[in-house]
């Protein structure tokens, strides 16, 4: 029984470190640093996650909108005008890995309404193809797509129809900047269009900007004749663009161009890992910042305690013991602080959008503005493997900030510190 009670870990190392958290009055400082300790390492670990985790959710949000809307591979026709469309989307809709391909054509317009007018930029699409985009057909927040195959109706984004005071049924006039050659130069183009469903796609720059045509009406519109702009192609794997990329080229049997969703958004995408691994390693200064009043702390308690760890000593006890002692006292800091430090990053990912609308409504700003951040609500996806990593990472620092007050108060000589009591 003795010797169960001496073992590493035993009963007694684990309530003389509980005693050691829970100061006495005299001993209220080194409390206190204990407690800003504990606060530092749970703000810490809460931050991290909820940072990490919003990152994660921006950009899966914007891959997904910017995805949803656009091929993930645009093949554009070059050497001689894209007639033969039909027939290269067929050989390329055969390949193995392709979803489908979209035949469209693109313009600028001035949109205008009797009362606003702005830029635009019109997307040419059959109907079909309107309805196989999750990110459209699953988004109409007013009217329907009846009757869009027949040429004199529009789909807009919900913020360009608002921005023009627009409402289903009504008109809107397209000025396209080139239209018919006349004996005075070339006059733009201008046409009606009966307004038929408004979309809200979720990112602001597409739903203030984008006007669906029917591929008929905008080739006519854009004086394209029989051919498009581009073949918008979807794969299976949008990770892996390298494996489609020769095979597209060599089925496609004619001089294209292609260029796919990573070489387009190669800037952005950039520079959102960059700021996620930079804001990763500063926000892991606020956990280094709490191991270090851990490290404090405890250098104060050991002095504070060298009688009773001359005591100790005396009455046999190892000084693996006494060292065991002072680093549950700090570890439990540290475990306390990341396990609460995670709950609380939990609870704030899951509710983020809540919180969110509840600050603006407290403060009567717009926080995280659709015009500033592209995306309508603020997102967050937690990663398991990240959170296990911050959690990881608290627990490492926390237990390491133990090892040398521990150390010290191993060392020191019973003798020295009962000399003066």
Same mark, same amino acid.
């Given at each position: 029984?003795? @010797? &169960? ?97 979209? =035949? ?72 396209? =900047? ?205 990663? &398991? ?15 390491? @900030? ?20």
């Amino acid at each position: 029984m003795a @010797a &169960a009670d001496t073992r590493p870990f035993a009963g007694f190392e684990w309530m003389l470190s509980l005693r050691y958290l829970r100061a006495r009055r005299r001993e209220g400082f080194i409390s206190v640093i204990a407690g800003f300790s504990f606060l530092g390492i749970m703000l810490g670990v809460a931050t991290l996650i909820i940072v990490m985790s919003v990152m994660n959710g921006f950009r899966s949000e914007l891959l997904d909108k910017i995805l949803g809307l656009n091929g993930h591979m645009v093949v554009h026709g070059i050497d001689t005008p894209f007639s033969d469309y039909d027939a290269v989307a067929k050989r390329l809709a055969a390949l193995r890995g392709i979803q489908s391909v979209v =035949p469209s054509v693109e313009g600028p317009v001035m949109a205008s309404s009797p009362l606003s007018a702005t830029g635009a930029l019109v997307r040419g699409v059959r109907r079909q193809d309107l309805e196989n985009l999750k990110a459209v057909a699953g988004n109409i927040r007013h009217g329907s797509v009846d009757g869009f195959d027949e040429g004199d109706g529009v789909i807009l984004g919900s913020r360009l129809a608002e921005s023009l005071g627009l409402v289903v049924g009504e008109n809107v006039t397209l000025i396209a =900047p080139r239209g018919a050659a006349t004996p005075f130069g070339t006059a733009p183009r201008v046409k009606s269009y009966k307004l038929l469903a408004t979309v809200e796609i979720g990112m602001s720059e597409y739903d203030s900007t984008f006007v669906f045509m029917p591929l008929k009406e905008a080739q006519l519109f854009f004086n394209k004749g029989d051919t498009v702009t581009a073949l918008e192609v979807l794969v299976d794997d949008p990770d892996n663009m390298d494996a489609y990329r020769g095979a597209v080229e060599a089925a496609a049997g004619r001089s294209v161009f292609v260029v796919d969703w990573r070489q387009r958004n190669r800037t952005f995408f950039s520079a959102l890992e960059v700021e996620r691994n930079v804001m990763f390693l500063i926000l892991t200064l606020i956990v280094l910042v709490a191991a270090l009043n851990i490290i404090s702390g405890l250098i104060m308690l050991v002095k504070d305690k060298g009688p009773d760890i001359g005591i100790l000593r005396t009455m046999g006890a190892t000084q693996g013991a006494v060292m065991r002692v002072f680093f549950i006292t700090g570890a439990s800091i540290g475990v306390v602080g990341t396990l609460a430090g995670f709950i609380l990053g939990l609870l704030v990912c899951l509710n983020v959008e809540t919180i969110r609308q509840f600050l603006s409504g407290l403060t009567g700003t717009e926080l995280f503005s659709p015009e500033l951040y592209y995306l309508s609500k603020l997102p967050a996806e937690l990663d &398991a493997g990240e959170v296990a990593l911050v959690v990881a990472m608290s627990l490492i620092l926390s237990f390491l @900030a133990t090892l040398y007050p521990a150390w010290r108060a191993a060392r020191l000589d019973p003798v020295e510190a009962l000399r003066d009591e």
